[in-house]
């Protein structure tokens, strides 16, 4: 069922445009379609959500009618609510969303959190290195948040690049981020970063191959393959990360990395068997686990 358009000479309202988005998206099966058809309307609109309910029966323009039914039929195919509107949020920050990158997850802001307290710690001048920087969420926030820290932001995948690349100049800083193509670690060789790094962060793919179809439309079908595909238990990538971090890492330097909620026994077997100390696991704001910390020895 379509969103109606107006009767002639009758204004739709915001609380009838918001009943009709819901009533659309509701059989397609995303979730709180309430909550998205209010979300959709208040990027058209410019308001915030809570505007909205204070506004309910205001008249809403034809031409933000229009686009807000476009994209009410864009979300409809269960495109991510991210990808119709462009735009994420990540601890306080906007970021630029396209098909080409991951959609920023809340999970993540724990590995930021961790990155941070341990970059506070360092010298005034900390270098991190994001590997699997797709939008640059990591990145961004980290130089944002650490003014005097350079940032190196890796990824494999060129579009994912240029969109990083757009977000680290729409936010200001550009100039103290620098991102390259190619694979995992590689790009750091470019760059001389051996034994330089004083944290190295990375939010990699991490589900496992056979898992991926099992998930919801915005995911398996809509967000890229290349962000999610961790090979056939999903640690692919993780295990090859870890054997190639401790060229690049000072004496002491860190990782951080984004786990899958039932990995961290297996990531954490694996820094077992290499020179790694203070393995920590961090969990998100729903008890699972999320996040490995682990630091290189200070004497090599
Ligand atoms: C799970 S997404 C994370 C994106 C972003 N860091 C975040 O936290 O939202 C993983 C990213 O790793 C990239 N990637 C996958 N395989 C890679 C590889 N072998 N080398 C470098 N990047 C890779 C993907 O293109 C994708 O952007």
Redesign the pocket.
Known sequence: MGCKGPRPGVAVTIAEAINTGEAQLAPTGVEDPRLNAELLLSHVLGRKPLELRLAREVGIPLQSLGRYRALLDSRATRRPLQYVTGLQEFMGLTFEVTPE?????LD?EV?VEALLARARQLPDAPIIA??????????LTLAHSLPHARLYA????PA?LALARRNADTLGLAARVSFAC???L?PLHHWRLEGQVHVLA?????IPSGEIDQLAPEVSVHE?R???DGGPDGLR?IR?LLQGAPAFLRPGGAVGL?IGHDQAEAVCAVLSGADWRDVEVLKDLDGNDRVVMARRPTQQ
């Open positions: 990158a991951l959609v920023p997850r993540t590995l994001d590997i699997g920087t797709g939008t640059a969420v990591i990145a890796t990824d494999c995948s994912a190619g694979d995992l590689a990375a939010n990699l793919p991490y890229p290349l962000a999610l990538l090859r984004e």
